[in-house]
């Protein structure tokens, strides 16, 4: 079992649309979660953080953990045509602060 | 700060020659990640240095494989003899302490290997 799993779509929504992209961990030691957005032939960027459990809100971003379960999910309101990318999930120990990422779940945003 | 730079951006060689590929974080960061991309096996964390020093390098897939940082503001990673299966983005990234939590990683423009 990988440590952190994505499925790697193409998850295909449209323009205005919520997207909603999910993650599972196996670690139970990972304490802090981030989302990233890697655009084709780039590197990734930070999108969120989230380390408590509940929802985290930034703009057209929300991202929601949930410990008891392993999951660690990414909304996405109003989704643009800008928002198409390969979105990972990591996390991150407390103990080894070894960064983990998943495979990456491919959004694609349709007018 | 520039960033995290990278170099070279592509890289093509033959098959056997020694390939050498070379990060330097920014300044200030404790913690240096070297990844590599593929698509089909995503973003694999190869090795990670805290203060310089390696803590864990179970991801480097074998001997001919190795990292080095000799100091804080440089570090690189070596293949050696290369072979076509070693074609990937690498991608190195750094950051700080902090608070141990939210406490993300900035990434490099990544070095694009070709193996022929």
């Known amino acids: 079992q990988k440590e952190v799993e994505q499925n790697s779509g193409p998850l295909s929504v449209p323009e205005g649309a919520i997207a909603s992209l999910n993650c599972t961990y196996s670690?139970?030691?990972?304490?802090?979660f981030f989302w990233y957005r890697q655009y084709s032939g780039k590197s990734p960027e930070l999108i969120m953080s989230?380390?408590?459990?509940g929802d985290k809100e930034d703009g057209r971003f929300t991202a929601q953990l949930n410990k008891a379960s392993q999951y660690v999910s990414l909304l996405i309101r109003d989704s643009q045509p800008s928002d198409s990318a390969t979105y990972l999930c990591?996390?991150?120990?407390?103990?080894?602060?070894?960064?983990?990422f998943g495979t990456g779940t491919r959004l694609q945003v349709f007018p | 700060d520039a960033g995290v730079i990278q170099s070279p951006r592509h890289e093509v060689t033959e098959m056997g020659q020694e390939v050498t590929l070379r990060c330097k974080p920014i300044?200030?960061?404790?913690?240096l990640f070297w990844y590599r991309q593929t698509m089909m096996r995503g973003l694999e964390l190869l090795i990670y240095?805290?203060?310089?020093?390696?803590?864990?390098d179970s991801g480097m897939p074998e001997d001919r494989f190795s990292a080095k940082m000799p100091n804080a503001s440089f570090s690189t990673l070596k293949i050696q003899p290369s072979e076509p299966r070693d074609s990937a983005v690498y991608f190195c990234a750094s950051s700080p302490l902090r608070d141990r939590l939210n406490t993300e990683a900035f990434f490099g423009q990544g070095t694009r290997l070709t193996v022929v």
């Open positions: 300044s200030g960061h404790d913690y």
């Open positions: 989230i380390y408590s459990n």
């Open positions: 670690d139970r030691v990972s304490q802090s």
């Open positions: 240095f805290n203060n310089n020093v390696p803590i864990d």
């Open positions: 990591a996390s991150r120990s407390y103990n080894t602060d070894k960064l983990i």
